[in-house]
């Protein structure tokens, strides 16, 4: 069974920074490209980071050079360092992945970025 489980996020202050985690079980990790979304009320998810097996990352362009998304294979770990945060940062953000034509997620970690 595919299993993602997000943690940090909380209360930041703008520009402040955090710190996501997501642990996985059930797929053989390292070679699978792991992704974070995100989502406000009423708004489809928006694709913030991905990572791929190799370790090549892509990124939304509202968060380019703020954020970074690394991996740890040894821990099933992938991480979203979130630097110079922003009020329109806040949202739930989600870990994913693709696995056998399906799409596995978690069930998200609330950022809130206010002063």
């Known amino acids: 069974q595919v299993y993602l489980r997000e943690r940090g996020g909380g209360l930041v202050q703008p520009g402040g920074s955090s710190r996501l985690s997501c642990a996985t079980s059930?797929?053989?990790?390292?070679?699978?490209?792991m992704r974070w979304y995100r989502q406000t009320p009423g708004a489809q998810r928006e694709l913030v980071a991905s990572?791929?097996?190799?370790?090549?990352?892509d990124y939304g362009d509202s968060v380019k050079g703020r954020f970074t998304i690394s991996r740890d294979n040894g821990r099933n770990t992938v991480f979203l360092q979130m630097n110079n945060l922003k009020p329109e940062d806040t949202a739930v953000y989600y870990c994913n992945v693709r696995y056998k034509t399906r799409e596995f997620w978690g069930q998200g970690t609330q950022v809130t970025v206010f002063a």
């Open positions: 059930g797929i053989n990790f390292k070679i699978h490209t």
């Open positions: 990572i791929t097996s190799n370790g090549t990352t």
